[in-house]
């Protein structure tokens, strides 16, 4: 009989925060798991797939594969009992199987929308309803989260993201003794894995008792006041929106002292996993460690600067104020089930183990019908659609009157935190800009947002507003995309003063006739003086189109 030796948790080294997160998840389960990013090849799955064999066989564990099917997900009914023993039998999916253990999902970015969205679901409600033909059942999966990836591959959607209680970064180790230390491990482990795990037996059992003691105690574990006043300030300070990072310092750094077998709570230990809970909720985290008095001048000054926006325009500075540091918001498009279950294909029954593929999901109804009709089991597979992306189109004003006040500086930084807080592969971006009492189209859908960045920067005000002409260059940038997955969002103060002899109404006419299939748009109102036209707004109004004022951001 073969063995399957995983690399011993314990052996792993160069990962202490990432082990330390796995840990206080197991001693505290709602908690809510933990996301792993970093370089490639830093042994990311090693450390999680040692983690089940640390814990044994009765540990439930499962990886999802990122190309799994909604039935695979979810769960189905079993069609050969239903076939042969007229019976029906719900086969549990892999959420349920998680139930009171780990989901483990690699490169976790790269799933789809649809799947995401019902981890979302399964995560907040602790279980979910599975309805099939004649089915409906509710499936208890109460799991912590592992997801590891690679940002370089694309980031995750922010509602993913907040999903998971803790984050850490794991990157390359760059001292020789260690990055030897780790390489002469490996190559032990791979010519006798089983000499190597006996060798480790010891120190695993030893910490697996550690674990299971502190899972005993965690619960009788006193918080001071004092501590939770100090939680409740480092997510004000670190402006973290909600109250679910108050809520996991808490239960995180009361899971770190049962590890260390305290029976008190200290502010030393929430400073050790504050960056685990906050840094991935917030986009200028500061470490809650105190600083030396040699770097304290310096780095207040680094500070600052890192947490303004700023964009030029020619030799002057802006700097992005605190009311529009969020962006822009807007959500990915979700077909409706019906149009992504666009074919059906005929395959050949095979008695293989399951292999999870994008065309793996059995049309149960479509089965049975065409059993009863020829008396021979064939099995028909969906064959489900990709998502579409998002497309968010920027229409920027940059005529001369955005000069007043400093409003292109806004929309610059307006445009540059939304690209920073959507950097996922699957949302693209294009740019029309006013130009010379027209308008032109600066780039066309892209996902490379250091290009993004480069011509944003760029944009410089001149000229007059004719936004009859941009509605135009956005009809002709769209002649060939999906109208429902595109966006619009319209930056002006809305003082129309070119195009025709009544630009006002000639903006509004080119909509009208080139535009009125897009779904969503939005007047982002830039005007910024004391003394307001509200012309942007009459212009909402007359399209009928959403309306984002700029003390709204």
């Not at 190309?67 to 042969?84: K, Q, Y």
């Not at 294009?430 to 032109?440: C, D, F, G, M, Q």
């Not at 004719?466 to 956005?474: E, Q, R």
């Not at 002899?501 to 006419?509: K, L, S, V």
Request: aromatic share 8%; with cysteine; hydrophobic share 40%.
């Amino acid at each position: 009989m073969n063995v399957h030796y995983c690399f011993p948790f314990t052996s792993i080294i160069a990962q202490d925060d990432f082990k330390l997160c796995l840990l206080l998840n197991l001693i505290d389960p709602t908690i809510g798991g933990v996301l792993a990013t970093g370089d490639k090849g830093t042994g990311k799955t090693t450390t999680v797939r040692a983690l089940s064999q640390l814990m044994g066989n009765d540990f439930p564990f499962v990886n999802l594969p990122i190309g799994a099917t909604e039935d695979r997900l979810l769960g189905s009914v079993n069609l050969e009992a239903l076939i042969n023993q007229k019976k029906t039998i719900v086969d549990k999916g892999l959420l349920a199987k998680a139930n009171h253990g780990f989901l483990y999902i690699d490169e976790v970015n790269l799933l789809n929308d649809y799947l995401m969205d019902v981890l979302l679901d399964a995560s907040a409600s602790g279980g979910y309803h599975l309805e099939r033909e004649g089915i409906s059942q509710w499936l208890e999966s109460r799991f912590c989260l592992v997801g590891t990836m690679n940002p370089e591959e694309g980031d995750l959607r922010p509602q993913l993201k907040d999903r998971f209680g803790l984050s850490v970064h794991i990157t390359t180790p760059t001292a020789m003794d260690i990055r030897k230390e780790i390489a002469s491990k490996r190559l032990d482990f791979d010519t006798n894995a089983a000499f190597f795990c006996e060798q480790a037996a010891t120190a695993e059992t030893t910490l697996k008792s550690q674990v299971t003691t502190a899972k005993q105690k965690v619960g009788t574990v006193t918080i001071p006041e004092t501590v939770k006043d100090a939680a409740a300030q480092l997510t004000i300070e670190n402006k973290v929106e909600g109250l679910r990072a108050d809520i996991l310092l808490l239960k995180t750094v009361r899971a770190y002292a049962a590890l260390q077998n305290e029976t008190e709570v200290t502010i030393e230990m929430l400073h050790k996993i504050a960056p685990f809970v906050l840094t991935h909720r917030s986009n200028d985290f500061q470490s809650p460690e105190p600083k030396s008095e040699d770097d304290s001048g310096s780095s207040n000054e680094d500070n600052k600067a890192a947490e303004s926006q700023e964009t030029t325009q020619g030799n002057t500075s802006f700097q992005l104020p605190e009311n529009v540091k969020n962006g822009l918001k807007f959500s990915v498009h979700q077909a409706s089930k019906k149009k992504e279950i666009a074919l059906q294909t005929l395959n050949e029954y095979k008695n293989t183990p399951y292999i999870a593929t994008p065309q793996s999901s059995i049309a149960l109804v479509k089965t049975v019908k065409n059993y009863v009709a020829t008396e021979k089991f064939t099995a028909i597979y969906k064959q489900v659609t990709k998502k579409t992306t998002a497309k968010i189109v920027f229409l920027l004003d940059t005529s001369a009157s955005m000069a007043i006040d400093k409003q292109l500086g806004y929309v610059k930084g307006i445009v540059q935190k939304t690209i920073t807080s959507y950097p996922s592969k699957k949302v693209a971006y294009a740019i029309v800009a006013l130009e010379n009492a027209s308008a032109r189209i600066i780039q066309q859908f892209t996902t490379d947002n250091e290009k993004l960045y480069e011509i944003n920067h760029q944009l410089k005000a001149g000229g007059k507003t004719n936004l009859g002409s941009a509605f135009f260059k956005v009809f002709e940038l769209l002649k060939s995309i999906n109208k429902k997955t595109v966006q619009l969002f319209v930056l002006t103060d809305g003082k129309v003063n070119a195009g025709h002899e009544n630009p006002f109404e000639f903006a509004i006419n080119s909509y009208k006739t080139y535009l009125s299939k897009l779904s969503n748009t939005t007047i982002v109102d830039t005007e910024n003086g004391f003394v307001k036209l509200e012309r942007a707004k009459l212009l909402a109004d007359r399209l009928r189109v959403n309306y984002l004022p700029l003390n709204a951001l």
